[in-house]
């Protein structure tokens, strides 16, 4: 599923949600960070499978915070990233 991020006017964006690698890279497990960033496990879940449509800026710096670590700080931008949206402009 492509999520879409729609701000005012502006044609939508497509993403996708980058968090499985970062998980991943992290050595944690979904519920291990859930616990460290007070998201629910369903929407990390979610957001690992790319079936989420919509996430608050808020929850993307709690992901982002709990993901970082002395080494390497991660930004809520990181989390996602832009992709080709192959079904044409979706308005709203």
């Known amino acids: ?47 690992v499978n790319n079936l989420t449509g919509q996430v608050s800026l808020k929850t993307l710096e709690s992901l982002a915070s709990a993901l970082s670590t002395e080494r390497r700080r991660i930004e809520p931008g990181d989390l996602i990233e832009r992709v080709p949206d192959r079904k044409g402009k979706r308005g709203g």
Request: proline fraction near 4%; aromatic fraction near 4%; charge should be positive.
């Open 1 to 47: 599923m492509t999520s879409y991020i729609k701000h005012g006017d502006l044609d939508p964006m497509a993403v996708r949600f980058r968090l499985a690698e970062l998980v991943e890279k992290a050595g944690l497990s979904q519920r291990e960070l859930a616990s460290r960033s007070g998201v629910s496990p369903t929407t990390i879940n979610r957001m």
